[in-house]
């Protein structure tokens, strides 16, 4: 098993970065794939951008592409999602995610999640 918690969320401008944190406790984290998620009131989670365990492949949802950056540290068992050009339709809970094996797109096929942290972009 793994524990995942996030930090980093926030209030920002429109224009404005954040960056995301996920820590994760439990097994070898270099054994997990992770994902970033966001929900927005309303609306279903959705997939934002995904890691290999060995953080040599990364995939982005076409929204934040260009954007977002998503990396790990395995030395230090955290996930990171660099958030630049911040809209307000990013606004959202945003959740670490992290299943065993091959990466995934879908938000079901992951197996841990963080309690999630707010961003809230104002314009």
């Known amino acids: 098993q793994v524990q995942l918690v996030e930090s980093g969320g926030g209030l920002v401008q429109t224009g404005g970065s954040l960056r995301l944190s996920c820590s994760a406790s439990?097994?070898?984290?270099?054994?997990?794939?992770m994902g970033w998620f966001r929900q927005a009131p309303g609306k279903e989670r959705e997939f934002m951008s995904i890691i290999t365990g060995d953080g040599g492949s990364t995939w982005y949802a076409d929204s934040v592409r260009g954007r977002f950056t998503i990396s790990r540290d395995n030395a230090k068992n955290t996930l990171y999602l660099q958030m630049n050009s911040l809209k307000p339709e990013d606004s959202a809970v945003y959740y670490c995610?992290?299943?065993?094996?091959?990466?995934?797109?879908?938000?079901?096929?992951?197996?841990?999640w963080g309690q999630g942290t707010q961003v809230t972009v104002s314009s």
């Open positions: 439990g097994r070898a984290f270099s054994n997990y794939a």
């Open positions: 995610a992290a299943r065993e094996g091959g990466v995934r797109v879908g938000f079901h096929e992951y197996d841990y």
